[in-house]
């Protein structure tokens, strides 16, 4: 038996925090470290504030206005919009990156995370089924692969097949430990 309508929105919510969590620490990592967005840290004063999302994002869009093919700068503003929270300009930046640099894993992968924390399962989908297709030993995207099956379309066995296959290509850590969780809650749920 599948999940409830409420269950399933439960879990795509809490699995979409956790996403979002990530994505939001790596940004504010970033930002302190001063090369994730390429900002010459030179120029600020000792002890001085880091920069606001907002100028950031400036700095960054006049980077990508000034290099309109450069994906690199593309998908650091499309990380900008996302840890601000503005969704669907991430997500259209990272379309632009990605169609800049299709081969790109992390630029497709952010994009289909974005896709799904929009709701946007069906391209989502697309796009991991791409990424797998370019790149079939990528460990991450079968990780999220798999959650995206089950969380945003109730394919709970596709989600486990995927989750499996990334346990076997990464052997062992933290997110191997949450991917046998996940696969454990979801066959029980199968089998009601």
Request: glycine content about 6%.
């Given at each position: 038996?599948?999940?409830?309508?409420?269950?399933?929105?439960?879990?795509?919510?809490?699995?979409?925090?956790?996403?979002?969590?990530?994505?939001?620490?790596?940004?504010?990592?970033?930002?302190?470290?001063?090369?994730?967005?390429?900002?010459?840290?030179?120029?600020?004063?000792?002890?001085?504030?880091?920069?606001?999302?907002?100028?950031?994002?400036?700095?960054?869009?006049?980077?990508?206005?000034?290099?309109?093919?450069?994906?690199?700068?593309?998908?650091?503003?499309?990380?900008?919009?996302?840890?601000?929270?503005k969704m669907e300009q991430a997500l259209k930046t990272y379309e632009k990156a990605v169609q800049l640099r299709p081969e790109n894993s992390d630029f497709r992968?952010?994009?289909?995370?974005?896709?799904?924390?929009?709701?946007?399962?069906?391209?989502?989908?697309?796009?991991?089924?791409?990424?797998?297709?370019?790149?079939?030993?990528?460990?991450?995207?079968?990780?999220?692969?798999?959650?995206?099956?089950?969380?945003?379309?109730?394919?709970?066995?596709?989600?486990?097949?995927?989750?499996?296959?990334?346990?076997?290509?990464?052997?062992?850590?933290?997110?191997?430990?949450?991917?046998?969780?996940?696969?454990?809650?979801?066959?029980?749920?199968?089998?009601?």
């Amino acid at each position: 038996m599948a999940f409830s309508y409420r269950e399933r929105k439960k879990r795509r919510q809490r699995i979409a925090f956790i996403i979002l969590t990530v994505f939001l620490s790596l940004g504010l990592l970033g930002t302190s470290i001063g090369w994730f967005f390429d900002l010459p840290s030179s120029n600020q004063p000792s002890g001085a504030e880091p920069p606001s999302p907002e100028k950031i994002i400036a700095e960054l869009e006049s980077q990508a206005r000034a290099n309109p093919e450069d994906a690199d700068v593309a998908a650091r503003l499309a990380r900008a919009y996302l840890d601000a929270g503005k969704m669907e300009q991430a997500l259209k930046t990272y379309e632009k990156a990605v169609q800049l640099r299709p081969e790109n894993s992390d630029f497709r992968i952010e994009l289909a995370l974005v896709q799904f924390l929009l709701g946007r399962n069906d391209e989502a989908v697309a796009n991991f089924e791409e990424e797998i297709r370019r790149h079939p030993d990528n460990a991450r995207a079968h990780y999220y692969y798999g959650q995206v099956l089950a969380l945003g379309k109730g394919d709970y066995e596709g989600g486990i097949r995927e989750l499996e296959k990334f346990i076997q290509l990464a052997g062992q850590g933290d997110d191997v430990a949450q991917a046998r969780k996940m696969i454990e809650e979801w066959k029980a749920q199968l089998k009601k």
